[in-house]
Nanobody, 123 residues
């Protein structure tokens, strides 16, 4: 699976952005697809996952503000981000795993990564 992320930018606190990730490859429908983020000086952090099963999970700080969605027909993974906060500032990465039985929020569980897109939220 190859991934290409887009949609980052600069927004004021309280604003919205939509990130998109286009995937190619024959195993997309059997993959878990996720978004991670990495702020300066910090490790890569789980944001949300849309599983091959249809189940969806979010990191606590983004629940109610972010929505992940995937479209297997066109092989895209989107992240709608509303009510953005300065602490959401980071480089955001889309990721996909090989087939997994259980959900994982660990970066090491994901085999394929997009190039990252910068999201900056000003206060």
């Amino acid at each position: 699976v190859q991934l290409q992320a887009s949609g980052g930018g600069l927004v004021q606190a309280g604003g919205s952005l939509r990130l998109s990730c286009a995937a190619s490859g024959r195993t997309f429908s059997s993959s878990d697809t996720a978004w991670f983020r990495q702020a300066p000086g910090k490790g890569r952090e789980f944001v949300a996952v849309a599983r091959r099963t249809g189940d969806i999970y979010y990191e606590d700080s983004v629940k109610g503000r972010f929505t992940i969605s995937r479209n297997n027909a066109v092989q895209t993974i989107d992240l709608q981000m509303n009510n953005l906060k300065p602490e959401d500032t980071a480089v955001y990465y889309c990721a996909a795993s090989s087939w997994r039985y259980r959900m994982s929020s660990a970066p090491g569980a994901y085999d394929y990564w997009g190039q990252g897109t910068q999201v900056t939220v000003s206060s």
